[in-house]
């Protein structure tokens, strides 16, 4: 391990992260303390725009959301936290990394890449053409603080070549693509997950309006959204709705809408039994995957009978949110140990 090499890694991107935390306390540029000049700071926010006027989906709210998920990653603390728990970091190599990402959420292909960074890779990135712009911009930003990065990231705008490993997220359809395509090297193979809630009777009216936080949050389209509820035997829905209310705002938002109306027209013509607020539609079903704007839900009556179930579907969960799993409100925040799948990307790279 280059030592000296990670500190200045390490140091960069903690300048990244204080850059990026005072562009979203600013809207115009508030001098050179943020580490960047003016004429950087516009560019990056303009990158900021476009993304959410090509991919409606990408408000400026969640953009602005994720940018302070990596903001809080970027402390030292963390970074050291993370890193630390690694016995060697190859600041060497020299093999190059296909990187094929999702485009569901902001930036959700950038933690691979930042592992790719930290081990000392080349990568070759397949963007989505949903979410194109902003791991570029973010990119263009690290780069003034650690100029080698632009020798190592490279985007990709044809078919991909010359490449060592490979990285790739996408849906269970387009995995069977890239076990085509790629199973021949070493590989990480991402494909559909969803997250689950467990409440009980004892479970707070604060901890449920942070529960709304992990179903609403980037309108629950990533894998880490909470899209089933588990919930005690005689537990009054009313108190779900009631939490959701601070999202109420939901309904200026048309994408979502359109999905929530389309979503409660098919359940009416089919005469499926559920319940609505005029933003979000819960259903009982014991299915673990909904489409956009509904909420599977389910009773239990045995909190080990259903430890037991929940471990059978395992391979598709991301996420536990409540009782015996993590802190409501806390899905959408993930640190940066918290490898997508429980596959640590960091010891793949450094096995390869």
């Known amino acids: 391990m280059n030592l000296n090499n990670l500190l200045e890694q390490k140091s960069a991107l903690i300048q990244l992260g204080k850059a990026l935390d005072l562009f979203i306390e600013n809207n115009n540029w508030p001098g050179y303390e943020c580490g960047i000049g003016e004429q950087e700071f516009l560019t990056f926010k303009l990158a900021v725009k476009k993304a959410s006027v090509v991919n409606p989906w990408f408000s400026d709210e969640m953009i602005r959301s994720s940018l302070k998920a990596w903001c809080d990653n970027f402390s030292e603390e963390n970074l050291n936290k993370w890193l630390g728990s690694y016995s060697s970091l190859n600041s060497t190599n020299h093999k190059t990394v296909l990187i094929i990402c999702a485009g569901n959420l902001p930036m959700v292909g950038w933690h691979d890449i930042l592992c790719c960074f930290i081990s000392g890779y080349s990568v070759k990135v397949k963007l989505s053409s949903d979410d194109d712009i902003l791991i570029p911009a973010i990119v263009s930003l690290l780069q003034l603080f650690y100029p080698e990065i632009k020798d190592r990231v490279h985007f990709l705008k044809s078919k991909p070549e010359n490449y060592d490993l490979v990285i790739a997220t996408g849906s269970s359809n387009s995995n069977r693509y ?44 990533g894998c880490r959204s909470v899209t089933k509820l ?123």
């Open 178 to 221: 890239f076990d085509y395509y790629f199973g021949g090297l070493p590989h990480i193979f991402r494909n559909n997950r969803t997250s689950i809630a467990v409440l009980d009777h004892s479970t707070t009216k604060t901890e449920l309006e942070k529960l709304a936080d992990d179903i609403f949050q980037y309108y629950g389209l």
């Open 230 to 352: 588990y919930l005690p035997e005689g537990y009054d829905l009313d108190k779900l709705f009631k939490s959701v209310f601070k999202y109420k705002n939901v309904v200026n938002h048309n994408k979502y809408m359109n999905n929530y109306d389309y979503n409660r027209s098919i359940y009416l013509l089919q005469t499926i039994k559920f319940l609505d607020n005029g933003f979000l539609i819960l259903k009982e079903n014991e299915d673990l995957f909904t489409p956009v704007s509904v909420v599977n839900y389910e009773f239990y009556k045995d909190l080990d009978n259903l430890d037991s179930k929940i471990k059978l579907n395992s391979s598709a969960i991301q996420c536990r949110v409540g009782v015996g799993g993590i802190p409501f409100g806390s899905a959408q925040k993930p640190n940066l140990w918290d490898y997508a799948d429980g596959v640590d990307t960091i010891k793949f790279l450094n096995e390869n």
